[in-house]
């Protein structure tokens, strides 16, 4: 009896939606995986990435996505946590070439992809977002962009979003960061 009750209980929990991870024909409408990233890229959009053949969602778990990450672009150079960001605790991986995940709970919620600094190790693969705006993208092409807006008012700077769910950054007249879903900012 008691291995009914139990075998029951794991097929409700089991059943049970918890409503953050888009059901698989939700998945088809979002966004479905780009068939031309190659094994050695990863390929960034607003409502997550792919790195490789594997693509991943907002809610994806993090070790999945750190490991496919990792098969990619190499070892995580960084991982660490912020307790206090305005969305709760968040952890964030980063990984050669200026890109950092960020998770919450376990799951994927955010990306950010910067122009790489000193001391950073290369990527071993090629990031790109999806789109015409990339990292170095001019600011004149950038404002040209469908969906193009400016973020009035932004205490981080030349702010910037591209349509609802990619934003990013200007510095010295071309696009230095791009990101997309939940981030750490304090503005």
Known sequence: MRLLVLTAAALCVAACDS????????QQTLRPPSPEVAADAVELSGDGLTAGSEAFYFAAGKTEVEAALSGVLGDATRMVENEECGAGPMQFTD???GLTVNFQNGSLVGWLHREPVDGDAAATGEVSVVGDVQLGTARAETEATDGFLMIDG??????????????GFFEQDGVSMLYAGTQCFFR
Do not use: A, C, Q, R
């Not at 409503?19 to 939700?26: C, I, K, L, N, R």
């Not at 932004?154 to 934003?167: A, K, Q, R, V």
């Open 19 to 26: 409503g953050e991870v888009p059901s698989p024909t939700e």
């Open 154 to 167: 932004s205490t981080l700077g030349d702010e910037f979003s591209l349509g609802d769910t990619i934003g």
């Open 95 to 97: 990984y050669p070439g």
